[in-house]
């Protein structure tokens, strides 16, 4: 296990769906109130799952980036840094530790 693992093993699991529903997502782009249902959480509490995920960082690089509005206007278009890890390569280890965590 690689250390981008040994961190994603250490996340909530609101912050795991999260990163599972940027694994699915075309280009790695998810907005934050269009996956509120998913991830579970609304409001402030949503925004704290995604700020969280921002904060860490991997070799000076953030695991996701904020990527501008979101169409309806409310929230944030969130990006997985691709530098870090493949999309594959995420949903693969988020699929694991849900199936099996």
Do not use: C
């Amino acid at each position: 296990m690689d250390f981008i693992e040994k961190v994603i093993h250490h996340l909530s699991p609101s912050q795991l769906r999260a990163l599972f529903m940027l694994s699915k997502s075309p280009k790695g782009l998810v907005s934050s109130s269009n996956s509120s249902k998913s991830i579970g959480k609304e409001g402030k509490a949503l925004g704290g799952v995604f700020s969280a995920l921002v904060r860490h960082k991997i070799n000076g690089e953030h695991l996701i980036i904020p990527w501008g509005k979101s169409e309806n206007g409310r929230g944030l278009n969130w990006r997985l840094n691709t530098k870090l890890i493949s999309q594959d390569r995420l949903k693969k280890v988020v699929s694991e530790m849900i199936n099996y965590g």
